[in-house]
Every structure is written in structure tokens, then in C-alpha cells.
């Protein structure tokens, strides 16, 4: 049979999906798709398509005003789908999913535009998240707007701020019901897309899937205190540290859950994480003291990295690098560092910072290529170049110590420990705007359209039970979500304006789009 043409062969799948590109019929007419006008020559259309894929949307738009053939050729809907993906836009669908990726990709743009302008001027809307009565906030993780936070009344509570339809249901921990106010306090809680994870004073840890109900699908217990504890963004993997023991669990084949390693180490932990992306054998970074470990479950516990009397003061991990922040002691003073370790050669690749004062946050995972942000006990946040080894920003940013901070590609929002929560647009060197609460900020994590934020009190005992609800709330510890996707909110508002459940004026109190929207009887 003979080889069709390349323009009838693009025709006819256009035919099968029921869908016609005029720019391609018109090429088809003319007969010009075999043969391309290039400069001096005449090239196949397939070798055009490859020469332009190298090109970015402006290139494209001025080649397209060239001649009506490179105009076709410049609006082909491969090439825009390939400039989608690489900027980002609807990762997860096909070329067949749209039948004009062009105008696809002007509409992403055009809300992701919307949405820097927002972030830059506090346009949308802010919700404090409905607080447990009697109870003082003890930790709060997010992830993809899910929202999870423990409390002194061993509460845990779970908010999905993509919704606004149920109030958030607790999270049952199976304690005796003829123990009421005696469950010990929540020490941590962590989150992910199908799991959510407590570990409690008493060394329990507690296991809810998110996807089929609100009771406990694994108990765990220690012996002594759990001191960190961690949860894999990717998988189910749970990390724990009480006294020197690090345990890791995770679900066989068959779904129970087991004991996957246990590792002894010499000092007791300070800092936990689960390094992303490892396959089938769970790999965990850990620090005591002036020890860090790297932790792979085929294997025993190994030293990365330890200076005598040098403690780490943070610690974060991306799928092939640690970096921990370490404190300068002894008569050779060399200044207060963030080391940066590669955990597949587990060697130092870069020593960062000569700061005064302690790092007490890093953020390698969520960070630009190359780039790393931190945060430190002289109220500044700094921007490390991994290329040069040197700090190519520092920020004096808040009163007290920084307690969290993340960047993307243009912005960092970082949150101190007097409660202030501040946005940087760090290319223009300038301050947006701040929010001030009366907690340090424990936890902050954000997207393209959202923001959380997690007041945490020092103090994790109610002052007085007498107290109302109005001078209760100043010790108790905040939530807040804040939306800047105009099509997502409910009631469009300058920032900080309240839309608590709690404001008898207020629209509806995000929600938890699970499979349980039971609330506590």
C-alpha cells in the first residue's frame, strides 16, 4: 500500500475526533506541506516543526508574521502543547484533549497573571478556620489545601479549604469515652493526599485514611515520648523518633501495616524527614544533636555528617540532597552555616551563610532550581545561589526570629516568630504586604492561588476555663486559608477580612471534601 502524505494522514485523525484545524486544511489546498519556504531552501514539514519547537512564544508570534505558510506552521497545536507542558499548564492531559492548545495557553497565562496581580495587591479572601473549644493549638501541617491540626484536648481536626459545603470533622483517636478532658495533648500532625498521621504525648501514633473514614486504620506505640515525626508526600510511609529509636511504618501487600526498618541511634532526635521519590525502599534524613543520620531502610544507621559540639538547628530534604542548618560553637568560631549534603554520594556539596545568628528554617524542597531559602534567628531571610555558593538576597524581615519560610519563582512569604507573616516579591527587592497575629507562625505553605498559615501558641494550657470566646481566641492559636483565585471564592474581600463560621455574617466556613463530612456528635 503506498505511503500516504503526512497532511493526509493528519487529516484523517483530525476526521476520526470529530475536529478540523483550519490552519492545516488551508496547508492541505495549497499543497504546501510537503514543502516549507525556508530562507533558501525547502524543508520538510516535519524537519519546520522540529526547528521551531526550540522557539518560546514570542519567537513564535514574530515567525508567524512572516508568511502565511510559517504562520500555519507557528500555530501548529503541537508546539503549543509542548510550550504548555513545559510552563506548567495541565500537566496531566493529552494533545487530544483540546483542539486549540494556542488559545489554551493565553487563557493560562491570563489567570496566571490574574493571580500574581492578586498576590501583589491582597486581592481575595481570608478564612480563620473554626478552633476546638477549651483547647489550645498544639501543631498544624497542610498539603494541597487540606489542612490538619492537633490540639491540648487530644483533638485532631482536618479542613479541606477547596470546598465550602461541611464543617470539618474530627478525626477519631479511639480513646476511652468515660475519659473525657484526660487524652493527652497531640504532639505533631502530619498530612498528605490519603493520610493523616498524629503522634501523641503519650508515644501513641495514630493512622487515619483520609479516603474511607475518620476512625484509625493503624495504632502504633511507643515506649517513650515521640520527639519527631514525619510522612512521606508521595507514598505511605510514616517515620517516627522516641528516645533512641527510629521506626519506620508502612503498609505491605496485602495493606497491613508493618514495622518496614528500626534504627538505633546514639542521641535523641531533633529533626525527621522522609526523602521523597526513593522506590521501594523508604530513605529517611534525621538529626540529634550534632549527628545527622541517612537512614535507608535495606540498610543501618549512617553518620552524613557530625562536628563535635556543632548542633543542627533545621533540616530539610529534597529527592537527592539534605540541607541543615549547623551551629558555630568552640574557640574556632566560623560563623553559623547551612550545609548541603548529596545523599546519593553522601558528601558536602556546598557550605552556605556565615550568619551571626541561628538558621532556624531552611526550604530546599520547594525552591527554584539552584536556589535556596532560609530563614534566621537575626531576623533575616536569605536566598543561597547554589551556583555560587554565596547568598544572593537577605532580607531583614521580621522583629523577632524567623520561624518558617517558602519561595517560588518570584515571591517568598516567611513568618516570624511575633506572629507576622510577610510576602516579598524578592526580584523587585520589596515588601507586599504583611499580616500580623499574636502566635508565632509555625507553619506556612502555599501555592498559585492559596496560603496557609498556622498561629501556634507557646503556652498549651487554657489560662482560664471562664474565659468567652473573644478573650479565649488570643491564647488559643489561629488557621488561616487565604484564597486569591478570583472564580474560586465565595465573597470576594481585601485581606485580612474574616469569614470565619464563627461570624454569624459570614459565607460558608471551609470544608472537608472526604469521604467522611460526619461531624462530632
Known amino acids: 500500500m503506498a505511503e500516504r502524505s503526512i497532511s493526509d494522514e493528519l487529516n484523517s485523525q483530525e476526521t476520526e475526533k470529530g475536529t478540523q484545524r483550519r490552519n492545516l486544511l488551508l496547508l492541505r489546498e495549497k499543497n504546501e506541506m510537503d514543502d516549507v519556504p525556508f530562507f533558501d531552501i525547502q524543508l520538510p514539514y516535519e524537519l519546520a516543526i522540529n526547528i521551531f ?11 508567524a508574521q512572516v508568511s502565511k505558510t510559517w504562520k500555519v506552521i507557528a500555530e501548529d497545536e503541537v508546539l503549543w502543547y509542548r510550550l504548555c507542558r513545559q510552563e506548567g499548564h495541565l500537566p496531566e492531559s493529552s494533545i487530544s484533549d483540546y483542539s486549540c492548545w494556542k488559545l489554551i495557553f493565553q487563557e493560562c497565562r491570563a489567570k496566571e497573571n490574574m493571580l500574581r496581580t492578586n498576590w501583589k495587591n491582597r486581592k481575595g479572601a481570608v478564612s480563620e478556620l473554626e478552633h476546638v473549644p477549651d483547647a489550645v493549638l ?6 494541597d489545601g487540606v489542612v490538619i491540626a492537633g490540639y491540648t484536648s487530644g483533638d485532631v481536626r482536618v479542613w479541606d479549604t477547596r470546598t465550602w459545603d461541611y464543617t470539618a470533622p474530627f478525626l477519631d483517636s479511639e480513646y476511652e469515652e468515660d475519659e473525657p478532658g484526660m487524652q493527652p495533648y497531640v504532639s505533631f500532625v502530619r498530612i498528605n493526599s490519603s493520610l493523616a498521621v498524629a503522634a501523641y504525648e503519650d508515644g501513641f501514633l495514630n493512622i487515619w485514611d483520609l479516603r474511607t473514614g475518620k ?3 493503624h495504632r502504633f506505640e511507643h515506649d517513650a515520648r515521640i520527639q519527631a515525626l514525619a510522612l512521606s508526600q508521595e507514598d505511605a510511609t510514616v517515620a517516627t523518633a522516641s528516645a533512641f529509636d527510629v521506626v519506620m511504618l508502612r503498609p505491605n501487600d496485602e495493606g497491613y501495616w508493618q514495622i518496614a526498618a528500626e534504627f538505633e541511634v546514639q542521641k535523641l532526635v531533633d529533626y525527621l524527614e522522609i526523602v521523597p521519590d526513593t522506590g521501594r525502599y523508604p530513605v529517611a534524613v534525621a538529626t540529634a544533636g550534632d549527628l545527622v543520620y541517612l537512614l535507608k531502610a535495606e540498610d543501618s544507621a549512617r553518620t552524613l555528617h557530625y562536628v563535635y559540639g556543632q548542633p543542627v538547628t533545621c533540616l530539610d530534604v529534597s529527592a537527592n540532597q539534605a540541607a541543615f542548618g ?25 557550605k552556605l551563610g556565615n550568619a551571626l545568628g541561628d538558621f532556624t528554617c531552611v526550604n530546599l524542597r520547594d525552591s527554584p532550581p539552584n536556589l535556596m531559602v532560609s530563614g534566621n534567628m537575626d531576623r533575616r531571610v536569605r536566598i543561597h545561589d547554589f551556583r555560587t555558593d554565596k547568598i544572593a538576597l537577605s532580607l531583614s524581615a521580621h522583629q523577632l526570629g524567623v520561624s518558617a519560610v517558602q519561595m517560588d ?13 510577610s510576602v516579598w516579591d524578592y526580584r523587585m527587592n520589596q515588601k507586599l504586604w504583611e499580616v500580623h497575629s499574636r502566635h508565632p507562625v509555625r507553619h506556612l505553605s502555599f501555592n498559585s492561588h492559596s496560603l496557609i498559615t498556622a498561629n501556634v501558641p ?30 474560586r471564592l ?11 463560621s464563627a461570624d454569624p455574617t459570614a ?9 467522611f463530612p460526619q461531624d462530632r456528635s
Open 458 to 487: 507557646y503556652e498549651r494550657v487554657v489560662r482560664n476555663t471562664d474565659l468567652d470566646f473573644t478573650a479565649h481566641r488570643r491564647h488559643r492559636g489561629l488557621i488561616h486559608a487565604y484564597e486569591f483565585a478570583v472564580d
Open 138 to 143: 498544639c501543631d498544624v501541617h497542610s498539603h
Open 507 to 515: 459565607g460558608h466556613g471551609y470544608a472537608l471534601a472526604l469521604a
Open 53 to 63: 519547537q526550540y522557539l518560546d512564544r514570542k519567537d513564535l508570534g514574530r515567525c
Open 326 to 350: 549547623v551551629k558555630s560553637l568552640g574557640w574556632v568560631y566560623e560563623g553559623n552555616k547551612i550545609l548541603v549534603y548529596s545523599l546519593e554520594a553522601e558528601r558536602c556539596l556546598s
Open 215 to 217: 476512625y484509625p486504620i
Open 409 to 421: 519563582d518570584w515571591k517568598i512569604v516567611s513568618g516570624g516568630e511575633e506572629g507576622l507573616v
Open 490 to 500: 465565595a465573597l470576594q474581600s481585601t485581606l485580612p477580612v474574616c469569614r470565619s
